[in-house]
């Protein structure tokens, strides 16, 4: 199969767009020339318009991919060519995106991700609408089948409906739900930080702002101020575009969603690849009893935050059910760290409140600026408070098939990890852990999350409970691991014997 | 060198009468504590032998694997290794020393500033060197490779042999110096490179490369992520 021949004309005109800026420089330069004339710079824009047509045919060209029966094919490459091949089977999302010129024209660029290496597998710029539909729901339709074959399960007269499982809405996002995830979504970080700077700069705006001398110091913070606010508005905007239109299907055993005003993206999650499942609040959110909830899978490279966003924001219930009907884990206590930990934090809080306002009596006593640098003491006041906060939204939870780990305070995460899932278990202990008889125990999955920061983990645990829980999560891994080979053994010999 | 070779070769099933030496002849070199973690590691999980025993075609048949010979008893590093650990730390307390030195030297500050930090650094350097040596232990047992090591931060990692996707022997220049190799192990984890057991003779790197492999086969992982 060939790409659409529109995604020649396309990707022509996104790589003038892109050289625009030198056109224009040597348009603009070519009259500035005597004897060249404006018809030199017209000849070079002809020119790197041609070229660029040119290597996109060949690109078009030398472009084939084919579905096979159990892997998806692709050759490709206009000056060193590559075939690959990947198995249907690895396959862990398959996602399309078009913007708003791209649907205009009909097309869509489909990417196809396993977990190996860290960049997309396939990437398909680009095929026409009902091309990207075909494929998907063919990639989808061929993996099941594989499984079945593989697994041995689902009688084989039944398979005609199991082809096509109907989809079955989960979540669709209301005008309500959008709007408020524009107010949740700004990060209250940079607003509470704006707020503490706002009074401790004050002072010093107004005595310097007789001085013309102190403009600059006058200009600076009010426009750090501006920039704040205008990357607020920015981020709200984004998260209204990125969500707008947001539907979560389930169809058989995959997840679909469908989200984006301008640029529209769909794409499937496998439900048999989910890592984990995690619930996010941020203060407001939590406040106003709403959450988010993501679904991890081994394929995104860090960084493709959003595409695997399962709900971005709807009431807490509603996610915690939906997130049930993902991973169905029971009932969560959780139990918190001790109490001693919570002095850790008053400690290290203090610390960094002094050590911030030694900094800033320093720039006041050294330096021409001159503020209010005693109000940064109120942080080491505030420090109590702010660990009390943070150890009362750690928490650990070991149910049967999950363990459940719970962190954060301004956004806070509870990441539910099924045993089955785990990569390695790492217990750590620092030397201030060791003195307070803590230390925490990382659960590392194959999700995406851990390379951007943030692992499940549970943050200062007894040690001895630490301990316990690393041997629990491993020891349950073996046990899941034998329970899925038994049951696996199990479907073979059934299948053996209706053979017989 | 060659400790580890003889148990390479033999994969063949049903070596009863060997569970009662231990595996990995080299522990001579270290003088670890007989075969008593091998059988209590296998003891404990006779269950997993057999729920492995139904196998699929697979080049290596996790069948002919036996786990219990390939597991060990807790294992420390080469002592040689403290040397390169201890090369390092001087080599950046050289480095920082000079920095110091020639600042203080260039501001007309004391002449021993260099020197002294020199020291200081180095003797802090070695001395972490040693206390890392003694902290760093790995235990191949039935299910998971363990790894206990920190001197500073305690660290304690679980790898199930499910998870493992590669392993590598890897010997730098200055290993190579010292005749020593490190052994990294791969997970799909996010974390997976941070796996390295540094410090081994080759021979042993090889053998413990070729030992995690085939216990990495006889977990029959279907699906490694």
């Given at each position: 199969m060939r790409l659409s021949p529109l995604s020649i004309a396309y990707g022509a005109g996104s790589t003038a767009a892109r050289l625009g800026w030198l056109l224009v420089i040597a348009t603009f330069g070519s009259t500035q020339?005597?004897?060249?004339?404006?018809r030199l710079g017209a000849a070079v824009v002809v020119g790197v318009l041609a070229l660029a047509g040119l290597y996109q045919f060949a690109r078009w060209q030398r472009f084939e991919y084919r579905l096979t029966d159990d892997t998806l094919d692709i050759e490709s490459g206009v000056f060193s060519r590559r075939t690959r091949e990947i198995p249907l089977r690895r396959v862990q999302n398959v996602d399309t995106s078009r913007n708003a010129l791209q649907r205009a024209l009909g097309i869509a660029a489909v990417t196809v991700e396993t977990a190996?290496?860290?960049?997309?597998e396939a990437e398909l710029r680009y095929v026409t609408e009902a091309e990207s539909e075909r494929l998907r729901t063919e990639v989808g339709r061929l993996k099941r089948e594989r499984t079945r074959e593989e697994t041995?399960?689902?009688?084989?007269?039944e398979g005609a409906a199991a082809d096509q499982p109907a989809e079955e809405e989960l979540f669709a996002m209301s005008p309500r739900e959008l709007a408020l995830l524009g107010v949740v979504s700004v990060d209250l970080r940079l607003l509470s930080l704006f707020s503490a700077l706002v009074p401790i700069i004050a002072p010093s705006l107004a005595r310097s702002a007789?001085?013309?001398?102190?403009s600059l110091a006058v200009a600076a913070p009010l426009l750090a101020t501006g920039l704040a606010l205008v990357a607020v508005v920015a981020s709200a905007v984004s998260s209204v575009t990125n969500f707008y239109g947001f539907r979560l299907t389930r169809a058989g055993d995959e997840l679909r969603y469908e989200r984006g005003l301008l640029n529209r993206f769909t794409g499937t999650v496998p439900l048999s690849k989910v890592q984990s499942v995690v619930l996010s609040e941020n203060v407001l959110a939590r406040r106003l009893g709403y959450a988010s909830l993501t679904v991890e899978t081994a394929g995104y490279a860090p960084?493709?935050?959003?595409?695997?966003?399962?709900?971005?924001?709807?009431r807490r219930e509603r996610v915690v059910d939906l997130a049930r009907e993902v991973e169905p884990f029971g009932e969560v206590a959780f139990e918190r760290p001790p109490a001693r930990a919570r002095m850790r934090y008053v400690i290290r809080y203090a610390f960094v409140g002094l050590l911030l306002t030694s900094v800033a009596y320093g720039i006041h006593r050294f330096s021409p600026f001159s503020f209010a640098?005693?109000?940064?003491?109120?942080l080491v006041v505030l420090a109590p408070l702010g660990a009390h906060l943070k150890w009362r939204n750690l928490g650990v939870a070991v149910l049967e098939d999950h363990v459940v780990l719970r962190g954060g305070f301004w956004s806070r995460e509870t990441t539910v990890v099924p045993y089955?899932?785990?990569q390695t278990v790492v217990e750590t202990q620092s030397v201030f852990q060791r003195r307070r008889d803590l230390a925490t125990v990382v659960v590392d999955?194959?999700?995406?999350r851990g390379l951007t920061g943030g692992d499940p983990r549970a943050l200062d645990i007894e040690a001895d409970r630490a301990t316990a829980l690393r041997e629990t999560v491993a020891d349950r891994l073996q046990e899941s691991l034998r329970t899925r080979r038994a049951t696996r053994r199990r479907a073979r010999d059934l299948l053996a014997d209706t053979a017989d | 060198m060659s400790d580890g070779d003889g148990l390479t070769d033999d994969a063949a099933p049903g070596a009863e009468d060997r569970?009662?030496?231990?595996?990995?002849?080299?522990d001579g070199t270290d003088g670890?504590?007989?075969g008593n973690g091998t059988d209590d590691v296998w003891e404990g999980d006779g269950g997993d032998g057999t729920a492995t025993?139904?196998?699929?075609?697979?080049?290596?048949?996790?069948?002919?694997?036996?786990v219990r010979e390939l597991t060990g008893p807790e294992r420390t590093l080469e002592p040689p290794v403290r040397l390169v650990w201890v090369l390092r730390a001087a080599l950046v307390a050289l480095v920082l020393g000079t920095v110091v030195g020639a600042v203080s030297i260039v501001l007309q500050g004391p002449a021993w500033l260099g020197p002294a930090v020199f020291t200081a650094l180095f003797v802090l350097g070695a001395t972490h060197a040693h206390l890392r040596y003694r902290s760093w232990s790995y235990h191949v047992q039935a299910d998971s490779l363990f790894l206990d090591r920190g001197v500073l931060t305690r660290v304690r990692t679980v790898v199930p042999?499910?998870?493992?996707q590669h392993v590598d022997v890897s010997r730098g220049p200055v290993e190579r110096g010292f005749g020593l190799a490190t052994v990294v192990v791969y997970t799909?984890?996010?974390?997976?490179?941070?796996?390295t057991i540094p410090g081994l003779t080759p021979g042993r790197a090889d053998e413990l490369q070729e030992r995690l492999k085939r216990l990495a086969i006889a977990a029959e992982g279907e699906d490694a992520v």
């Open positions: 020339m005597p004897g060249a004339g404006p190996g290496g860290s960049d997309v041995g399960d689902g009688a084989t007269d007789a001085d013309p001398l102190f960084g493709d935050s959003g595409a695997e966003s399962a709900v971005p924001l709807a640098w005693y109000l940064l003491a109120g089955y899932r785990v999955t194959a999700g995406s | 569970d009662a030496s231990e595996p990995p002849a080299s670890t504590s007989g025993d139904d196998g699929t075609d697979r080049p290596l048949d996790p069948d002919a694997v036996d042999y499910v998870r493992i799909a984890g996010s974390r997976g490179a941070d796996v």
